[in-house]
């Protein structure tokens, strides 16, 4: 009995830790796109407990979690992390959407953003080394770069845009690092999948693990967000990945969008991974009647999207029925797909444009268009390196079309300007607090000088020119996107998108001639030496005549006189003819 | 009394029989890993390899598809992602104009993509410059560079350089705006020797006039070759009409075509590689460089460099330290290539030799690096001694000791 009660015992921390169990829900999600396209959306979300022993010692236990994502987030002190790779543009315009259906990628190329703990007693500088180290290390294991270059490159102003997912007791700082010229290739997937707990051989995964397939699609964006355990409020942690993608259902040849899980992986459903605690395939039904879809759905759930009511059908893998099936959908009595004239478009659309472009100077402008009936407040901000300078006098905010009309100081709140300190690398970091008028195009205009940077600055293909991290407008009155039955909240606020990103903008520098410097040197050798040679003759030669031997062939007579005169003279004379000569 | 003894007795009969089979065990595992055939006068117990492609832009496909099919066939040899540094200066792969995306192909048919499911690119784009490709070699990093970004090779890898790109008389170009000069990766291979991070190593370089860049080394046990001479060309090999671009140069393919005849286990020497170089076939002289070799090509295997055929180090039972105590301070967990990327490697500018990164199969050596070598005996009677201490400590423990005490100063990870 005894032995019984201590087998128990020895049970009971394994029990209490396996009823706190990490969980691992996979969805994809489908959304066919007005224009012809679909949206493909992998979601892998994993929550994982903080539990870390109760030993002397530290533990980590990881189940479902992977230690190479975790270690260093825990050793480096981070409360969140988000790393995200966007390849491709988002078109706003045909989509009807104003981003992709991951709200966490970012506007172009990679980004990393984070929260790290203070931790008591360290110096200030600690967590900065800390962002560092994680950076490097995530940067070794996401194959990419995600580290700041330079210790300025960090921008540090953006806490406010990218607020923590929870609260906290802790003392936290922000941290923001764009990388605008990373891109999204089979690299960078091969660890994404690793981190995976199916790592690509089962469950939703295994559509995915086809580097071929899934990097020909036209928009791409893979991210993680990780939100570690708390401590303080022993809450637990979760890490989402997620991968998304646009193809193109139309034929290249015309034809109709009709589309299936097979056409579009050249695979079927594959067995449910049995450690998923839920497995799904979601479907955001377009807003036409005609559309159809196979088997039918298990259930239907409505959401809010970018303003509008969407019903959405959801079918559960779990109960194995779909497994080596096909999903097939189409548009019922549609022959070739016909662009459709007119686009809904989506509540809240930016774009970012550069206007007077030449060699030293330009504009950027930012047009900002509420199709919304309702007023909105939004914050603009962007990212410059040290060598893009604004003139920050000559902003300016105007109302393009519409009935409202504002003057530039309404429309155009309040400014935070951080600005950097050249030649240092550095960053300037601006943020516009604007209102944004129903059914209107607010133009933001910021004119800015570029700086002449170092040749040995320029990057290695410097003709091509530079990306500029992409704009971010955040909207501070969103209503989220769960349904209310008998809400009267107006359309255009119901989302849960936070953030809409201009796509990265490629800004050219004025390059040298890269062979100049080469010039520069041998002229400047040249003129060196020409002028030490000359130098050197006038302080070493001396002016006179020289007893050459065609004098003395001559007159023989003379020169035996001068040989006489230059032996009377003696060594000296001797010496001083020598030099001449 | 009576039954202690007994016991004893049966300890002592238990010990002997132990004795015999350890001994005969630790035979045939000598046998089979301790010294693999190779002729090899050293034995080396690890693999390294640095893949260069200093190209940019889709024009220098070819460049990138040399690369990519060095890297797979070290991949087919056996050589772990981990121990091999690729470098590759543009993403032909992901290239807007590649008209078949996350592929790259060495052949007109486009038969094989390199690219692969798994590719792991270590330096990429802007990070490949000649500063990082000398601080790799010579192991002088940032403090919080990423071990997948360190040639963590030690006195016993065979370290593979290979590179490829645009080059001439003692250099190579990187990027678009910068050289490696033959003297530079002389220099870089001399502290290499001295700071003792290879056993042997063979430099292979595609680029014109290659010869010329090996033409400086000083170093031993370095074996070098190229692709053509000095005031030769080295030339594409063939063009695939899709890509609209050459895709592999000619030296390369050739010994690509020899290579993939070779397996894991082959008996092939660098002498047998060597032998099948055509200069009328490659268009260019290869030159061969041994003389800082103390071995001969001859004697020395193309998986000894080409793959991850190592010589396991048989240490008897006994001299490996107890996994539990020895797993707190290093880490096995890093001893995986994924799980060492992500840690943190603090200061660590010039890592110590590191058995942890690798493949599971150097467990053994780690342990070995930490026991005292000098309490070291003869390995038979090592595995006796072991036996009969584990018989009797067995024993002991059973009778002296309550085994539901905890072990004091256990940690685990």
């Known amino acids: 009995m005894t032995r019984l009660i201590y087998l128990l015992g020895l049970l009971a921390p394994w029990v209490a830790a396996s009823l706190s169990a990490d969980e691992f829900h996979e969805a994809l999600t489908l959304h066919p796109l007005p224009d012809g396209k679909l949206s493909v959306l992998f979601e892998f979300t994993t929550y994982f407990s903080g539990s870390t022993g109760h030993g002397r010692t530290p533990e980590s236990h990881h189940s479902l979690t992977s230690p190479s994502l975790l270690l260093p987030l825990q050793q480096n002190n981070v409360s969140e992390l988000s790393i995200s790779f966007v390849s491709g543009q988002w078109d706003q315009h045909r989509s009807g959407q104003a981003g992709p259906l991951s709200y966490g990628s970012g506007g172009g190329g990679g980004e990393t953003r984070g929260w790290l703990r203070n931790s008591k007693g360290a110096s200030p500088g600690k967590v900065n080394e800390n962002w560092v180290a994680v950076t490097n290390a995530l940067g070794g294991l996401f194959c990419a770069t995600l580290a700041p270059a330079k210790e300025g490159e960090v921008v540090k102003t953006f806490g406010d845009i990218y607020p923590p997912s929870r609260e906290t007791k802790q003392n936290l700082t922000h941290f923001h690092v764009p990388h605008p010229e990373q891109l999204l290739c089979a690299e960078n997937l091969t660890p994404f999948l690793a981190l995976l707990p199916s790592k690509g051989v089962s469950g939703l995964s295994h559509l995915l693990a086809q580097p071929g397939v899934v990097l020909s699609w036209g928009f791409k964006a893979e991210g993680i967000e990780v939100i570690m355990p708390d401590p303080s409020t022993a809450t637990g942690g979760l890490w989402k990945g997620w991968w998304e993608g646009v193809v193109d259902l139309v034929p290249v040849t015309g034809g109709s969008r009709a589309s299936s899980i097979e056409k579009l992986f050249r695979r079927s459903i594959p067995r449910v991974f049995p450690e998923a605690s839920s497995s799904v395939i979601r479907l955001i039904t377009p807003e036409q009647d005609n559309f159809r879809m196979e088997p039918q759905a298990g259930s239907r759930e409505e959401q809010w999207l970018d303003g509008r009511k969407r019903e959405v059908m959801v079918w559960d893998l779990m109960d194995g029925g779909l497994v080596g099936q096909d999903l097939r959908f189409w548009w019922e009595n549609e022959g070739d797909f016909g662009h459709p004239l007119k686009l809904e478009s989506s509540p809240i659309s930016i774009s970012r444009r550069m206007a007077a472009p030449y060699a030293s100077d330009g504009t950027f402008v930012i047009r900002i268009t509420n199709n919304g009936d309702d007023q909105r407040d939004a914050v603009y901000s962007e990212v410059w390196p040290w060598w893009v300078k604004g003139w920050m006098s000559e902003v300016s905010a105007a109302v393009e079309s519409g009935e409202t009309e504002g003057s530039s100081s309404e429309l155009l709140r309040h400014l935070a300007y951080h600005p950097s300190y050249p030649p240092h690398p550095s960053t300037t970091s601006l943020h516009f607090s604007l209102t944004l008028p129903a059914h209107a195009t607010l133009i933001l205009t910021i004119p800015y000088s570029k700086l002449t940077i170092k040749y040995t600055e320029h990057r290695p293909d410097a003709e091509r020119g530079v990306e500029l991290p992409s704009g971010v407008l955040t909207l501070l009155d969103l209503e989220g996107e769960s349904d209310f039955p008998n809400s009267t909240v107006i359309q255009s606020r119901r989302s849960g998108r936070t953030h809409i990103y201009t796509t990265r903008l490629l800004l050219d520098l004025p390059t040298p001639d890269f062979s100049m410097p080469y010039n520069v040197i041998i002229m400047s050798c040249t003129v060196m030496a020409v002028f030490f040679g000359m130098m050197q003759g006038a302080l070493s030669r001396q002016w006179g005549y020289v007893d050459t031997a065609m004098e003395r062939l001559r007159g023989r007579g003379k020169v035996t006189e001068g040989a006489r005169r230059g032996a009377e003279m003696g060594p000296e004379g001797e010496g001083d003819t020598e030099k001449i000569s | ?413």
């Open chain 2, 1 to 413: 009394m009576r039954f202690a003894a007994s016991l004893w007795g049966l300890a002592l009969l238990l010990a002997q029989l132990g004795l015999v089979l350890a001994n005969q065990v630790h035979q045939q595992v000598n046998d089979l890993f301790g010294h693999n055939g190779s002729g090899s006068a050293t034995t080396h117990t690890n693999n390294w390899a640095v893949l260069v492609c200093s190209s940019r832009y889709w024009f220098n496909y070819r460049h990138m598809a040399n690369t990519l099919a060095m890297y797979r066939t070290l991949k087919r040899l056996g050589m772990p992602d981990s121990n091999i540094i690729l470098m590759l200066a543009d993403d032909v792969a992901c290239s807007a104009r590649n008209p078949f995306p996350a592929t790259v192909y060495a052949n007109s048919g486009r038969q094989m993509d390199l690219y692969g499911d798994a590719v792991e690119v270590d330096y990429r784009g802007y990070e490949v410059t000649v500063e990082s490709f000398l601080r790799l070699l010579t192991g002088r990093h940032a403090p919080h560079t990423p071990p997948s970004k360190r040639l963590l090779s030690d006195a016993s890898s065979n370290v593979f350089i290979y590179m490829t790109g645009h080059g001439g008389n003692e250099f190579l170009k990187f990027q678009d705006n910068e050289e490696v000069s033959a003297f530079d990766i002389a220099d870089a291979i001399e502290q290499m020797s001295e700071k003792r991070r290879f056993n042997k190593l063979l430099f292979v370089i595609d680029t014109c006039q290659a010869n010329t860049m090996y033409s400086k080394f000083y170093s031993p046990n370095v074996i070098s070759t190229g692709s053509s001479a000095i005031g030769e060309s080295s030339y594409s090999h063939h063009n695939d009409v899709d890509l609209g671009t050459a895709v592999i140069d000619s030296y390369t393919h050739y010994i690509l075509q020899y290579l993939e005849t070779l397996g894991k286990t082959s008996r092939a020497t660098l002498q047998d590689f060597f032998n099948t170089y055509d200069p009328a076939r490659i268009h260019s002289h290869p030159g061969i460089s041994t003389e800082l070799s103390p071995t001969q090509p001859d004697g020395i295997l193309v998986t000894d460099f080409f793959g991850g055929v190592v010589s396991v180090e048989v240490t008897p039972k006994a001299d490996e330290l107890d996994p539990l105590r020895t797993a707190g301070s290093a880490g096995w967990v890093s001893g995986r290539r994924r799980g060492a990327r992500g840690i943190g490697e603090g200061g660590q500018s010039s890592p110590s030799p590191s058995p942890m990164k690798g493949p599971p199969m150097r467990r053994t050596e780690g342990v070995r690096g930490w026991a005292n070598p000098t309490e070291r005996q003869t390995e038979g009677g090592w595995v006796g001694n072991a036996a009969l201490s584990a018989v009797l400590l067995g024993i002991g423990g059973y009778l002296l000791i309550d085994p539901r005490t905890d072990r004091p100063g256990i940690k685990r990870e």
